[in-house]
C-alpha cells in the first residue's frame, strides 16, 4: 500500500509564505511525475504546480514567481514553497503522484495516481 502525507498548511496573513510537504510511503517502486493541487470551497480543484520525476517544473499561471516546487527523490518528499500568498489562495492543498509499485516476488509492475488527505491553507485579508 502507498500512503502520501501533507503537512505544512496553515493559517498565514496576507503576503505571507507556507512551505507544504508530501511525504510518500509504502510499497513505492518508483514516483514519476508529482504535482500539486487545491480546491476552495465551491470551485473546482486546480492545478498548482507539477515536477517530473527528473525536476521538469510546471506552474499554473497563478502561482508563477512566487511558488516553487521541489522534490528529494531519496525521501521519497515533495515540497512546495508559497510566497506573497493572497486570500483568494485559500483552499485546501492536495498532492498528487503518479506512483509505479511491484507486486512482492514478481516482475509485475502497476501504475496508479494516488492522493493525500489535503492540508489547510487559509490566507487571511
Known amino acids: 500500500q502507498v500512503q502520501l502525507v501533507e503537512s505544512g498548511g496553515g493559517l498565514v496573513r496576507t503576503g505571507g ?6 511525504a510518500a510511503s509504502g510499497n513505492i517502486f518508483r514516483i514519476d511525475a508529482i504535482a500539486w ?5 465551491g470551485k473546482q480543484r486546480e492545478l498548482v504546480a507539477g515536477i517530473t520525476s527528473v525536476g521538469n517544473t510546471n506552474y499554473a499561471d497563478s502561482g508563477k514567481g512566487r511558488f516553487t516546487i521541489s522534490r528529494d ?6 515540497y512546495l514553497q508559497m510566497n506573497s500568498l493572497k486570500p483568494e489562495e485559500t483552499a485546501v ?21 494516488y492522493w493525500g488527505q489535503g492540508t489547510q491553507v487559509t490566507v487571511s485579508s
Open 93 to 113: 492543498y492536495y498532492c498528487n503522484a503518479r506512483i509505479m509499485t511491484r507486486r512482492s516476488g514478481t516482475f509485475s509492475f502497476t501504475e496508479t495516481d
Open 73 to 78: 527523490n531519496a525521501k521519497n518528499t515533495v
Open 37 to 41: 493541487y487545491r480546491q476552495a470551497p
Open 17 to 22: 509564505s507556507l512551505r507544504l510537504s508530501c
